[in-house]
């Protein structure tokens, strides 16, 4: 069963390639950011980005993203601070699973993978929030949630009755 699987991964497919020429940021989002992009629904807004080209020559856009909908614990506003891919080829790829209905149980089964090209990366941006109010509240937060042990030490005010099994066979 371990070759099949070997076999199949290194089987031939055909490659969408219709997008590859296609300009792609790769940004680098904190976890509480993505986890809410996770759970948000698809093709939805969930923010929007504000770019900003400097008026001197030579300098880098401001990029500003705002969030949509969050909560009053994690901060709205978010800075992108963007730097180059250099000599670095990076591309983005999809796998996409095909299903099939089996006829013998009426159950999808995955037949096959479309693989495609998204994209090349052209620009490389790490989102950071802004520090206020909210983003302090937020890390020190984090910071008494990760110094609380995990198990806490609990005194008992009263005796905790403790039935040791006997063996009635040899009584």
């Known amino acids: 069963m371990a070759t099949m699987n070997v076999e199949k991964a290194h089987e031939v497919r055909e490659v969408d390639t219709a997008a590859a020429g296609r300009g792609v940021w790769l940004v680098k989002v904190p976890k509480y950011l993505s986890e809410i992009w996770k759970e948000s629904p698809p093709n939805s807004d969930v923010g929007k980005l504000k770019i900003t080209k400097s008026k001197l020559p030579g300098q880098k856009p401001e990029v500003v993203f705002t969030a949509k909908e969050t909560s009053a614990d994690i ?76 198990r806490e030490i609990k005194q008992l005010d009263r005796i905790v009755q403790v039935y040791k099994p006997k063996d009635y066979v040899s009584a």
């Open 75 to 150: 901060p709205k506003d978010h800075k992108f601070v963007l730097t180059g891919v250099g000599t670095q080829n990076l591309v983005v790829f999809s796998q996409t699973p095909i299903y099939a209905e089996s006829k013998a149980t009426g159950s999808k089964e995955l037949v096959s993978e479309k693989i495609a090209v998204d994209g090349k990366v052209i620009q490389r941006a790490e989102c950071r929030p802004i520090a206020d109010e909210t983003y302090k509240k937020l890390k020190r937060f984090n910071f008494e949630q990760g110094n609380k042990p995990k």
